[in-house]
T-cell receptor, first 116, second 114 residues
């Protein structure tokens, strides 16, 4: 089946620095990708919809200037957490589905971000 | 998207059949029902999707009554490795299209013991 890959799988950064997370669709082109955040023992919360070649659409309450999303190609979307703080520590997951086919959404393996 | 309600947790033993029911009273005519499985520190994995009656694949069955206001995920003969969180999602079939977002509910934590 289709594969979505995230990198890195885990990252530790100092407070105030920025971290970039990559999401790639390995064997299909994705005009749209989704970014989720998941805190311990909680469900996935949609942060934003990443659209290739245009601006991302953010969910209510998500700061677009803090969580920068770039979808520059049909196989790559990046999420940059800017000026990270300890409260940004979370599990970040991306998702994509092959277009124009009746298949399910595929999720990346997630990125564990720890801000110290 | 229709809101879903699931039990927070369930316990079972190896070899037993597990049925997880999800309520979705406000399901729309064109909504499909999809179940995902998530292990700790991993992204969700698709299990099964259906619209009505019964759907079966190699890992699970999905039972949907005529009114479609609920659905039941059935896992036959569970093993320890089935311990995970199971999410029920409801939305248009365009979930499988390209641009439609998925809204996750609280999920059901299934714990399988020896």
């Amino acid at each position: 089946g289709a594969v979505v890959s995230q990198h890195p799988s885990r990252v530790i950064c100092k407070s105030g620095t920025s971290v970039k997370i990559e999401c790639r669709s390995l064997d299909f082109q994705a005009t749209t990708m989704f970014w989720y955040r998941q805190f311990p023992k909680q469900s996935l919360m949609l942060m934003a919809t990443s659209n290739e070649g245009s601006k991302a659409t953010y969910e209510q309450g998500v700061e677009k200037d803090k969580f920068l999303i770039n979808h520059a190609s049909l196989t790559l979307s990046t999420l940059t957490v800017t000026s990270a703080h300890p409260e940004d520590s979370s599990f970040y997951i991306c998702s994509a589905r092959p277009p124009d086919t009746n298949t399910e959404a595929f999720f990346g393996q997630g990125t564990r971000l720890t801000v110290v | 998207l229709a809101k879903t309600t699931q039990p927070i947790s369930m316990d079972s033993y190896e070899g037993q059949e597990v049925n997880i029911t999800c309520s979705h009273n406000n399901i729309a005519t064109n909504d499909y029902i999809t179940w995902y499985q998530q292990f700790p520190s991993q992204g969700p994995r698709f299990i099964i999707q259906g619209y009505k009656t019964k759907v079966t694949n190699e890992v699970a069955s999905l039972f949907i009554p005529a009114d479609r206001k609920s659905s039941t995920l059935s896992l036959p003969r569970v093993s320890l490795s089935d311990t995970a969180v199971y999410y029920c999602l409801v939305g248009g079939y365009i979930l499988t299209g390209g641009g439609n977002k998925l809204t996750f509910g609280t999920g059901t934590q299934l714990k399988v013991e020896l």
